[in-house]
């Protein structure tokens, strides 16, 4: 491999490996004060540990983790509500993006929706989280591009890339939540209707949200009462 292979690959492994850790830390496997070590992400993901180490550089410049003298790299103090508050400007980004996509929305789109839609259920019906996860994203992808505004788009892709999407689906609710709350999303780009398709995407945000934070928290208070070996 060149030099120049190398270093087209390593940022994409830094990369992979920093959202491997990020859906960790955010789900709850990886609490507060956990120490990270590169190593450690190195062997699990079959990767050396220099691409590892980038990963946790930067995600302390993110704020999740922490360096600290003679201890390494931790996990930053992180709560439920620091979880809504994130969902929260998620939701109303993309409450935007889905008033602006119903006045642009046309029959070919709708039918890609619905037909995702109806993808969506079924695998949820079969509890198939890899393609229930899918599916979800390209829902929301045809959504957000079809607003048509980069700027907003953009802003939004800072705040996503927190999202723990390899551990979404089996968050208990979660399925439920994403096959009704679609449902209402796509109805309002149905009817054309953007300040209901605003409302029912902030809605379904924001209730992604509180499911995650509720887990987290569970997650958390839970081994906190656990018995140290």
Request: glycine fraction near 10%.
């Amino acid at each position: 491999m060149t030099e120049t292979q190398q270093g087209r690959r390593r940022p994409q492994l830094s990369d992979e490996a920093a959202a491997y850790i990020r859906a960790l830390i955010m789900s709850g496997e990886l609490r507060p004060g956990s120490q990270v070590r590169p190593e450690t992400i190195g062997e699990r993901l079959g990767i050396s540990t220099t691409p590892a180490r980038e990963a946790l550089q930067l995600l302390r410049v993110e704020g999740f983790l922490e360096l600290v003298p003679r201890r390494g790299f931790q996990v930053a103090p992180l709560t439920g509500a620091d979880i809504r508050d994130l969902f929260r400007a998620q939701a109303l980004l993309g409450g935007e993006l889905a008033g602006r996509a119903a006045v642009r929305v046309g029959p070919a789109e709708l039918a890609e929706l619905s037909a995702l839609h109806h993808e969506l259920m079924a695998a949820a019906a079969r509890n198939d989280t890899g393609l229930l996860e899918e599916k979800n994203h390209a829902f929301h992808r045809i959504i957000n591009h079809l607003a048509d505004s980069r700027k907003i788009l953009w802003v939004l892709g800072l705040t996503v890339r927190y999202v723990p999407r390899m551990f979404y689906a089996s968050i208990p609710g979660w399925q439920q939540a994403t096959v009704e709350d679609h449902g209402k999303v796509l109805d309002a780009l149905t009817a054309g209707d953007a300040n209901a398709a605003r409302g029912a995407m902030e809605d379904h945000l924001t209730h992604a949200g509180e499911l995650l934070a509720e887990h987290f928290d569970a997650r958390i208070q839970g081994e906190g009462q656990r018995t140290p070996a």
